[in-house]
C-alpha cells in the first residue's frame, strides 16, 4: 500500500499542476493548451522533477493524438472538401509543400557543416508547416470569425496541414534507416498504406454502418461508448501492426464513421476522451524541452522563434493574396497561423527518436514552436489594430461596410437591432415585422446575408462585436437590443460595447448554460433567456396536458415559473390579460423613462411618486452609475440618468411618465 501511495504521488501532483494551471489559462482568457505546456516544463524530469519522464506516461499521451486525429476524420467529408477546395488544395497544401521545399533545400545548402541532409530538412518542414488547430480553432470561436472570410480561409489551411499529416506519419519514421535502403522503407510503407486504405475504404463503410446500427439498437449508452473506444483502437492497432502510425489508424476510423448517420453522437461520446488524453499528450510535449539546454542556447531558440513566425507570416500572407483573399483578411490569417502545432511535435519527436534530427536542433526548435503557440493568442488579440495600421485598404472596405449598415438604419427610429441572423435571430425578425416593429440584423455569414437580403429581410453583413458597426446600426437610437448567439465570452465583448455607447437601451441576451445568466447579467444585459428553462418548460407542458392536467392550470403554472426567472415578466400576464376578447389598447405593457437631471422625480423614493394610485408598477430601475438593474424595492432616491421600468395600460403609462419628468 505504501509504495502504492508513492507511485500515485507524481500523478497527483500532476493533476493538481494542470487543474490549476487551466483555471489561470480560463481567468486569463488563454487556450488550455500553454497551460498543460507549462505544466510540463516546470514538473518535468529536465525541470523540478516532479513527475518522472515514465514511458508509460508517453504511450498514454500518444492515446491523445490518436483522439484528436480520429476527431479529424469524423471531420473529412467530401462535400466540405469541395465547399472550400480553393483553400484546403490551393492554398493549404501550398504552404505545406512550399515549407517543405525550402526547409530541405536549407538543410541541402548548410548540410555539410552542420552534419545534416535532406530527410533532416523534410522532417523539420513538416513539422514547421503545422499550425495549432486546438488554439486557432478555439479563438475563432471565441472571437465569431468562423465565418469571416480570413476564418474560413484559416480552417482551410488547417484541413489542409491535418490532410498533410497523413502521408507525413507514414514518412517521417522510416527516415532514419540506412541511405542505401530509405527508398525501399519508403516504398514499403506507402505500399502497406495503399492496401490498408483500400481494404477499409472499400469494405469499412458498410461493415461500420451496419455493425453501428446492430450497437446502437441495443439503446446502451455505455455500448455505444465502449464501441467506439474498440473501433478506435482496434483500427490503430491495424495500422500499427502494419509498420504504420496509430494516429492513421485512428484517422480512417473518423472518416469511415463520419459516412454514417451516428457521426454527431459518436463526436459528442468521444470529446471527454480526447481532451483529457490531449491535455496529458501536451503535458508530456512540455516534458520533452530540456529547460538547461535551452537556456544554454537562449539566443538560438529566440533566432528560431523569430524565423519561424516571420517564414510562415510571410509565405502565408503571401499565398492568400495570390488566391485573391483581401489585404486585411490575408494578414489576419497570416498573423493566426504563424505558429507551430501540435502534430509539429508529433513529427518532430518522431524524426527525433529516428534519428533524422539530431537534439542540438530538436530541442531549440522545440522551445520556439512552444513559445510561437503561446505567443498566439496575443498576435490574434492584436490583428485588428495591426490590419488596420498596415492595411491600407482595410479602412476603405470597414468604411463601406459601416456605410452599408449606416445607409440601413438611417431613416429608422425606435427600431430593435438583432445581433446574429441565424435560426433564433430570423426567428426574432419574424415576429417583429408580423408586428409591425421594424429591426435590423446584423450578421458575419456572407451567403446568408445575401440570401435574407434578396428575400427582403433587414440584414448586412457586419461585425456586432465592433463598436463602430454597433453606431451605424443605430444603437444611440435604438428600442432594444437581441443577442441571439449564445457564446457568452462574444456576447460578454458586446454588451461592454453596448454599455459603452448606451447603456439606457434594452439589450435581451441568450444563455445556452444556467452559468452564464449571472456573467450576462453583469455585463449589462436586461433580460437573459436561458435556452436549458424555455425547452425545459415546453417539454413540462406538453407533458402535463398529455398526463389530463388542465390546459389553464398548465399555463398557470408555466406563467408561475417564468415570473420566477424573468424580472420583466412578473405581473405581465395576470388580470385583463387573460380575456382574448380584451382590446389590445387595455393590455399591460412595458415602458421604460429615462430621468433627464431636472425631472421631479430625481432624489425621491419611489413610494413618494405614489406611482400605484395610477394603476402602474415599477418593475426595475436600470442605473447607469451602477451598471446594473435594481428592484423598486431597493432602488432607494432616483438619480439623473435612472431608467424606470413601468408595467401598466397606455394612458395609466402616458399619466405616470408625466408625474416622473415634469420639472
Given at each position: ?47 523540478l522533477g516532479a513527475a518522472p519522464d515514465d514511458e508509460q506516461l508517453r504511450d498514454l499521451a500518444e492515446f491523445g493524438v490518436v483522439f484528436l486525429m480520429f ?555 451602477a451598471g446594473r438593474r435594481l428592484g423598486a424595492g431597493e432602488a432607494g432616491p432616483l438619480q439623473a440618468g435612472d431608467v424606470v421600468v413601468m408595467l401598466g ?15
Amino acid at each position: 500500500m505504501h509504495a502504492v501511495g508513492i507511485a500515485l504521488q507524481p500523478i497527483v501532483i500532476l493533476l493538481a499542476a494542470a487543474v490549476l494551471a487551466v483555471v489561470a489559462c480560463r481567468l486569463l482568457s488563454l487556450p488550455p493548451i500553454i497551460g498543460y505546456l507549462a505544466v510540463g516544463l516546470a514538473l518535468g524530469p529536465r525541470a523540478l522533477g516532479a513527475a518522472p519522464d515514465d514511458e508509460q506516461l508517453r504511450d498514454l499521451a500518444e492515446f491523445g493524438v490518436v483522439f484528436l486525429m480520429f476527431s479529424i476524420g469524423l471531420e473529412f467529408s467530401l462535400p466540405k472538401l469541395r465547399v472550400m477546395q480553393r483553400d484546403v488544395f490551393g492554398l493549404g497544401l501550398a504552404q505545406v509543400a512550399i515549407t517543405i521545399a525550402a526547409c530541405v533545400a536549407l538543410a541541402l545548402a548548410v548540410g555539410g557543416a552542420a552534419g545534416v541532409d535532406w530527410r533532416t530538412g523534410l522532417a523539420l518542414g513538416g513539422a514547421v508547416a503545422m499550425s495549432s488547430t486546438a488554439v486557432v480553432s478555439k479563438l475563432l470561436v471565441e472571437r465569431m470569425e468562423l465565418e469571416s472570410a480570413h476564418g474560413r480561409a484559416i480552417i482551410g489551411v488547417l484541413l489542409a496541414q491535418d490532410l498533410a499529416v497523413v502521408p507525413l506519419l507514414i514518412l517521417v519514421p522510416v527516415l532514419g534507416e540506412p541511405a542505401a535502403g530509405i527508398g525501399l522503407a519508403i516504398g514499403v510503407a506507402l505500399a502497406k498504406a495503399a492496401f490498408v486504405l483500400a481494404v477499409l475504404l472499400l469494405a469499412g463503410p458498410r461493415i461500420m454502418r451496419a455493425w453501428f446500427g446492430v450497437v446502437a439498437r441495443r439503446k446502451s449508452t455505455e455500448l455505444f461508448v465502449l464501441n467506439v473506444l474498440l473501433v478506435v483502437l482496434t483500427l490503430a492497432l491495424v495500422t500499427g501492426l502494419a509498420g504504420l502510425s496509430l494516429a492513421l489508424g485512428a484517422f480512417l476510423a473518423g472518416m469511415l464513421i463520419s459516412e454514417t448517420e451516428y457521426r454527431y453522437q459518436v463526436e459528442e461520446e468521444i470529446k471527454p476522451f480526447r481532451d483529457v488524453l490531449l491535455g496529458v499528450f501536451f503535458v508530456t510535449v512540455g516534458m520533452l524541452l530540456d529547460l538547461r539546454l535551452v537556456m544554454e542556447r537562449f539566443g538560438l531558440v529566440l533566432a528560431l522563434l523569430a524565423a519561424l513566425v516571420a517564414f510562415k507570416f510571410a509565405l502565408i500572407g503571401v499565398l492568400a493574396r495570390l488566391a485573391g483573399k483581401p489585404p486585411g483578411a490575408a494578414l489576419r490569417t497570416a498573423l493566426a497561423l504563424a505558429q507551430g502545432g501540435e502534430f509539429g511535435f508529433v513529427l518532430l519527436a518522431q524524426a527525433n527518436a529516428a534519428g533524422a534530427v539530431p537534439d542540438a536542433v530538436a530541442q531549440p526548435l522545440l522551445a520556439a514552436m512552444i513559445l510561437s503557440m503561446m505567443a498566439t493568442p496575443f498576435l490574434v488579440g492584436a490583428s485588428d489594430r495591426l490590419v488596420l495600421r498596415f492595411a491600407q485598404s482595410e479602412w476603405m472596405q470597414r468604411s463601406l461596410e459601416l456605410h452599408r449598415v449606416a445607409v440601413q438604419s438611417l431613416e429608422t427610429e425606435r427600431h430593435v437591432i438583432i445581433l446574429g441572423y441565424g435560426r433564433n435571430g430570423q426567428h426574432v425578425a419574424r415576429l417583429l415585422d408580423a408586428e409591425g416593429v421594424r429591426y435590423m440584423a446584423l450578421d458575419l455569414d456572407p451567403e446568408r446575408v445575401r440570401e435574407a437580403a434578396l428575400a427582403g429581410d433587414t440584414v448586412v453583413f457586419a461585425d456586432c462585436a465592433r463598436r463602430e458597426a454597433l453606431l451605424a446600426a443605430g444603437v444611440m437610437r435604438a428600442a432594444a437590443v437581441v443577442v441571439t448567439f449564445a457564446e457568452s465570452a462574444g456576447a460578454v465583448r458586446v454588451l461592454a460595447h453596448i454599455q459603452a455607447l448606451n447603456p439606457t437601451v434594452p439589450v435581451i441576451a441568450r444563455a445556452r448554460e444556467d452559468a452564464d445568466i449571472a456573467r450576462l447579467s453583469a455585463a449589462g444585459a436586461s433580460e437573459i433567456v436561458p435556452e436549458a428553462l424555455e425547452s425545459g418548460l415546453m417539454l413540462a407542458s406538453h407533458t402535463l396536458m398529455w398526463v389530463g392536467v388542465p390546459l389553464n392550470r398548465v399555463v398557470r403554472r408555466v406563467r408561475a415559473v417564468r415570473d420566477e426567472q424573468y424580472g420583466l415578466l412578473r405581473g405581465l400576464f395576470h388580470g385583463a390579460t387573460d380575456e382574448a376578447d380584451h382590446a389590445d389598447a387595455a393590455q399591460p405593457r412595458l415602458h421604460a423613462v429615462t430621468l433627464p437631471a431636472g425631472a421631479e422625480a430625481v432624489g425621491r423614493a419611489l413610494d413618494e411618486l405614489a406611482l400605484d394610485e395610477l394603476a402602474v408598477q415599477v418593475r426595475s430601475v436600470r442605473r447607469q452609475a451602477a451598471g446594473r438593474r435594481l428592484g423598486a424595492g431597493e432602488a432607494g432616491p432616483l438619480q439623473a440618468g435612472d431608467v424606470v421600468v413601468m408595467l401598466g395600460i397606455p394612458e395609466a403609462l402616458a399619466a405616470a411618465e408625466a408625474r416622473l419628468l415634469r420639472g
